[in-house]
């Protein structure tokens, strides 16, 4: 059982190059996120998905493209790659069913971009 | 907007001692509040979580309980290990019901000397 799997695990851009991480789940969850992680900060929402086809935006979306086309896969997206957006990336999901597991996230191991 | 403070790290202790590390949240409904637990160069892990006020969460010897009163969901232990050296983070789900959304306070991040 792999649980949340994201890639790559490191990854170094340059300035205006785009990129898409990776995130597949196994656990056939509903609900999938990817948050950013900075110091001091802790975890930021960037954008969210309840279902295939059904994506919006979290707290700090500016920058970040999603999309979700099957109940697995969550990709996020940069589209032109700033230094502000140097980071470690956390792909999440959980069930949309409610009871012990509600608003329980399974993180992956996390994703961290330097741009430079 | 809801919000989480956590108390500033880091922390220090030796091992044996014992661990409060505070946590008090903003919210205008009625959320559920977790511990999430971060190893060196891993993902978060739920360490433990209540629903609901007056309640207790509890896993690994760390307890923390559900205050509505003073808006509190502070993290003990009785006895640390080395091995519970970590960043401990306080959340809680935003909006009502199950939204797979949690709100994060800043970290806290515990060293255990032996």
């Known amino acids: 059982n792999a649980g949340v799997t994201q890639t790559p695990k490191f990854q170094v851009l340059k300035t205006g190059q785009s990129m898409t991480l990776q995130c597949a789940q196994d656990?056939?969850?509903?609900?999938m996120s990817w948050y950013r992680q900075d110091p001091g900060m802790g975890l930021r929402l960037i954008h969210y998905s309840v279902g295939a086809g059904i994506t919006d935006q979290g707290e700090v979306p500016n920058g970040y493209n999603v999309s979700r086309s099957t109940t697995e896969d969550f990709p996020l997206r940069l589209l032109s790659a700033a230094p502000s957006q140097t980071s470690v990336y956390f792909c999440?999901?959980?069930?949309?069913?409610?009871?012990?597991?509600?608003?329980?996230?399974?993180f992956g191991a996390g994703s961290r971009l330097t741009v430079l | 907007g809801d919000s989480v403070t956590q108390m500033e790290g880091p922390v220090t202790l030796s091992e044996e001692a014992f661990l409060t590390i505070n946590c008090t949240y903003t919210?205008?409904?009625?959320?559920?509040l977790f511990w999430y637990v971060q190893y060196p160069g891993e993902g978060l892990q739920l360490l433990l979580k209540a629903t609901k006020a007056d309640d207790k969460g509890s896993n690994k010897g760390f307890e923390a309980t559900y205050r509505k009163e003073t808006t509190s969901f502070h993290l003990e232990k009785g006895s640390v290990q080395v091995s519970d050296s970590a960043v401990y983070f306080c959340a809680l789900s935003e909006g009502s019901g199950n939204t797979g959304k949690l709100i994060f306070g800043q970290g806290t991040t515990l060293q255990v000397k032996p």
């Open positions: 999440a999901s959980s069930p949309d069913r409610g009871g012990s597991g509600a608003n329980v996230l399974t």
């Open positions: 656990m056939n969850h509903e609900y």
């Open positions: 919210a205008t409904g009625y959320p559920s």
